[in-house]
């Protein structure tokens, strides 16, 4: 059975850092793609960082780190700004599914 689980979110200021984790399970990690997309609320959710590829709004600023032992994804936030205020959500396509974490609020302060 596929699981995502994120930890990390919470309260920030403005041009503080961050970092989320996703552990995965049920999944060969070592093979696996997985990656952290945001939903702000009234916006739809959005792709924030793949293993290869950030979106321009972030780029520079996130990195994404794997821990294969651990089985861990993370996701490295700096120089975060009130836009950045969102549910933080890892994700993971398997067998033509897509499996989602529970998500985790990500809230800066200006």
């Known amino acids: 059975q596929v699981q995502l689980v994120e930890s990390g979110g919470g309260f920030v200021q403005t041009g503080g850092s961050q970092i989320l984790a996703c552990a995965a399970s049920?999944?060969?990690?070592?093979?696996?793609?997985i990656d952290w997309y945001r939903q702000a609320p009234g916006n739809q959710r959005e792709l924030v960082a793949t293993?290869?590829n950030y979106a321009a709004s972030v780029k520079d600023r996130f990195v994404i780190t794997r821990d294969y032992v651990q089985k861990t994804v993370y996701l490295h936030m700096s120089s975060l700004q009130p836009e950045d205020t969102a549910v933080y959500y890892c994700?993971?396509?398997?067998?033509?599914?897509?499996?989602w974490g529970q998500g985790t609020q990500v809230t800066v302060s200006s």
């Open positions: 994700h993971t396509t398997q067998w033509g599914e897509d499996y």
């Open positions: 293993v290869t």
């Open positions: 049920g999944v060969r990690f070592s093979i696996t793609t």
